[in-house]
Structure formats: structure tokens, C-alpha cells
């Protein structure tokens, strides 16, 4: 019994370094961003397939295809939950999308200016 204080104040010291190195807080956290993350990147997958099914509609009037676009590799990132090849072919996929619309715009001045 002599032993009881140290080993009561030895458990409680083990315990703040168990937090310390395992905070239990943080990864129930972390849990909650992957989720989070995850449920985005499932949510993705539904409008790529969309657009690619827009961009099959538009044939020959959009010059691009879907592989193009990056919708392909972007839908397989999205998959496999590769979260910064995601960000990285949305990036090149939003940058296509601009230079798409950019030319259609263009083509429509050029339409209103000819009449």
C-alpha cells in the first residue's frame, strides 16, 4: 500500500502523455474532415458524368471531347479518392471550360456583328 500514491500519480502521467501523443479530440476530428472529404468527392462524380454527357449531346459544335476535358481522369481520381489529383484536373477541366465559353461568346459576336 505503500506504493498506491506512485503508482496513482505514475497512471494519471502515462495518461496526459496518451493524449498528448493521441488526442483523442483530434482524431475523432480527422475522422469527421475524411468523411467530409470523401462525401464530396462520391457527390463529384454525378455532375462529371453529366458534363461529359453534355459535351456527347453537343458533338461537333463544342471541339473537345470529354477525354479532353479531363472529365475521364477526373472521374477516376474521384473514385479512388485522390483528393489533390481531383483539385488538379478540376483546375484543367474549369480552365478548358473557359476557353470553350470564351470561344462560343466569340462566335456569337461574331454572328450578331455580321447581320
Known amino acids: 500500500m505503500l506504493y498506491l500514491p506512485y503508482l496513482t500519480a505514475f497512471k494519471a502521467e502515462i495518461e496526459v502523455v496518451e493524449e498528448l501523443v493521441h488526442p ?3 482524431t475523432v476530428e480527422l475522422k469527421v474532415i475524411t468523411e467530409r472529404i470523401y462525401q464530396t468527392l462520391d457527390d463529384l462524380i454525378s455532375p ?3 458534363l ?9 459544335q463544342v471541339p473537345i471531347s470529354s477525354s479532353d476535358f479531363g472529365l475521364v481522369q477526373l472521374r477516376k481520381s474521384a473514385r479512388s479518392r485522390d483528393v489533390e489529383s481531383v483539385l488538379k484536373l478540376s483546375h484543367t477541366s474549369r480552365r478548358k471550360y ?3 465559353q470564351n ?11 455580321d447581320r
Open 103 to 113: 470561344s462560343v461568346d466569340g462566335q456569337r459576336t461574331d454572328r450578331v456583328a
Open 24 to 26: 483523442k479530440s483530434e
Open 98 to 100: 473557359q476557353q470553350i
Open 52 to 60: 461529359e454527357g453534355y459535351l456527347k449531346l453537343a458533338g461537333n
Open 48 to 50: 462529371i458524368n453529366y
